[in-house]
């Protein structure tokens, strides 16, 4: 049996990039979290701290992109012609024609996948515009930064175990970075059911209590 979590979503102000995410955590943190706990963050609120909300406007966007982003289903994050360019913007073109390539391929063999294994991870972190809770909804935003090197600089600051989730209500979590002693497996499955909220719930923070 692995280890089980009490999770408590954490209520926050309206993240902003003016915003320092550790100052944040500590903020809502302080009192409530204790030696052993973990706080989860939304990868799309560390993003926004980062600056990494792009308004479409902001975007200029090339002929390659208004063709590729007809394909995408619609409801997913490269859907716009701005998310799409975003993307190549991300990763370069060389590498994002060779995750075409190979999603081509793939879906041939009936294979899924294989576009962000080739073109990169972070592309399948994109929020297309309508993603998130207002003011941004009209934005687009892009994957975090080192998610790695922030969980690491929260232990380091507030003696806290961490992790930065991209998460949805289609029962998918997707860890990006983690510290602590427990399993992937362990963290993904307190996550699974999106604790965080999908629509207004403005709660960007989980707390993780070992049970």
Do not use: W
């Not at 390539?101 to 041939?108: E, F, P, Q, V």
């Amino acid at each position: 049996m692995g280890v089980r979590f009490d999770r408590i979503p954490l209520r926050t102000h309206i993240i902003s990039p003016d915003d320092d995410i550790v100052a944040v955590i500590s903020r809502y943190t302080d009192g409530i979290a204790e030696p052993g706990d973990v706080v989860a963050i939304a990868e799309t609120a560390l993003a926004i701290t980062q600056r990494r909300a792009v308004p479409p406007s902001r975007v200029r966007v090339g002929r390659l992109a208004r063709v590729l982003s007809r394909f995408p289903d619609k409801g997913g994050s490269l859907a716009t012609p701005a998310a799409m360019q975003l993307a190549i913007n991300e990763v370069g073109m060389p590498r994002f024609l060779m995750g075409v390539a190979a999603a081509g391929i793939g879906k041939l063999l009936g294979r899924r996948g294989d576009f962000y294994r080739v073109a990169g991870r972070q592309l399948a972190q994109i929020d297309d515009i309508g993603g998130t809770i207002p003011p941004y909804e009209g934005c687009i935003i892009l994957g975090p930064l080192d998610p790695h090197g922030v969980v690491e600089k929260i232990k380091v600051r507030l003696g806290i175990d961490a992790l930065v989730a991209d998460v949805n209500d289609l029962r998918r979590a997707d860890i990006l970075a983690f510290t602590g002693p427990y399993s992937h497996a362990d963290l993904e499955e307190a996550l699974i059911d999106n604790p965080f909220g999908n629509d207004d719930e403005q709660t960007p923070l989980v707390l993780l209590k070992p049970c």
